[in-house]
């Protein structure tokens, strides 16, 4: 099922770990900010169906693969027949932690392909062990919430838009700059965007969902600092989907 898997095999563990990371981000964005398409395409009417991430950023839902045995390992098999007999919320976590197992598969199947040593393999799991897991993207088990900022004095009577939006601090002496800087950076350093799952970065923009508290990369979410503020409550993807699904 795998586009161009005839001809696209990567050899080292940069380049698997490259590959994971693409099937990896595709399958968040089915799960998080393309939800309402990714649930309306998993119908149970339909045959069984699988989620399919590729390393090109880009998911599919589909039937599996004809050949027996596959090319390549295959996701769950029927996650459609789950839909509506439990809890989206329930049901996305179901599948996103099937989405794991088969990202992990398919990795080490290359690793297997292609004869990876046991240091080689040691290293390929550190670093897809570094990322967070689809499912605690997903869950939102990856992110440490920010919560400091709403209880501060200065919050308490407009704290949406000063813990909605990670600002650039004004100009401050050298001293009191790096300890602010240093501040700021342990705030934030588990902090993972619900969208894509990447960590928090200093200069890049990021915004918070009001509903869920999830916080996202502006660019994840087409939000830019001049929109955001004009916006009284912002409304991730998610649960704006939520909200309109009848």
């Known amino acids: 099922m795998d586009p161009g898997s005839g001809t696209y095999n990567p050899r080292t563990v940069e380049e698997v770990y490259r590959d994971f990371k693409g099937r990896r981000t595709a399958m968040i964005k089915a799960l998080t900010t393309d939800v309402e398409e990714f649930y309306n395409q998993c119908d149970p009417e339909k045959e069984n169906l699988c989620l399919y991430g590729f390393p090109n950023e880009r998911w599919e839902v589909n039937l599996p693969a004809e050949e027996v045995p596959p090319e390549m390992p295959e996701p769950a098999l029927g996650?459609?027949?789950?839909?509506?007999?439990?809890?989206?919320?329930?049901?996305?976590?179901?599948?996103?932690?099937?989405?794991?197992?088969?990202?992990?598969?398919?990795?080490?199947?290359?690793?297997?392909?292609?004869?990876?040593?046991?240091?080689?393999?040691?290293?390929?799991?550190?670093?897809?062990?570094?990322?967070?897991?689809?499912?605690?993207?997903?869950?939102?088990?990856?992110?440490?919430?920010?919560?400091?900022?709403?209880?501060?004095?200065?919050?308490?009577?407009?704290?949406?838009?000063?813990?909605?939006?990670a600002k650039v601090p004004k100009p401050q002496p050298k001293e009191e700059e790096e300890s602010l800087d240093d501040e700021e950076e342990d705030e934030h350093e588990n902090t993972l965007c619900g969208a894509c799952g990447e960590?928090?970065?200093?200069?890049?923009?990021?915004?918070?969902?009001?509903?869920?508290?999830?916080?996202?990369?502006?660019?994840?979410?087409?939000?830019?600092?001049?929109?955001?503020?004009?916006?009284?409550?912002?409304?991730?993807?998610?649960?704006?989907?939520?909200?309109?699904?009848?």
């Open 79 to 165: 996650i459609n027949f789950a839909r509506d007999g439990m809890q989206d919320k329930d049901w996305l976590s179901l599948v996103a932690v099937h989405s794991d197992a088969w990202l992990v598969s398919v990795a080490f199947y290359f690793g297997a392909r292609f004869g990876f040593d046991k240091n080689d393999r040691r290293r390929l799991f550190g670093m897809i062990n570094d990322l967070p897991t689809v499912y605690e993207v997903v869950s939102g088990g990856a992110k440490a919430r920010v919560k400091e900022k709403s209880s501060t004095p200065n919050n308490s009577s407009n704290k949406s838009k000063p813990n909605k939006v």
């Open 199 to 246: 960590n928090y970065a200093s200069d890049e923009f990021w915004i918070c969902c009001d509903i869920c508290e999830k916080w996202f990369h502006g660019k994840c979410v087409k939000i830019t600092p001049a929109r955001a503020e004009h916006i009284k409550q912002y409304k991730c993807p998610s649960c704006s989907n939520k909200r309109a699904r009848p």
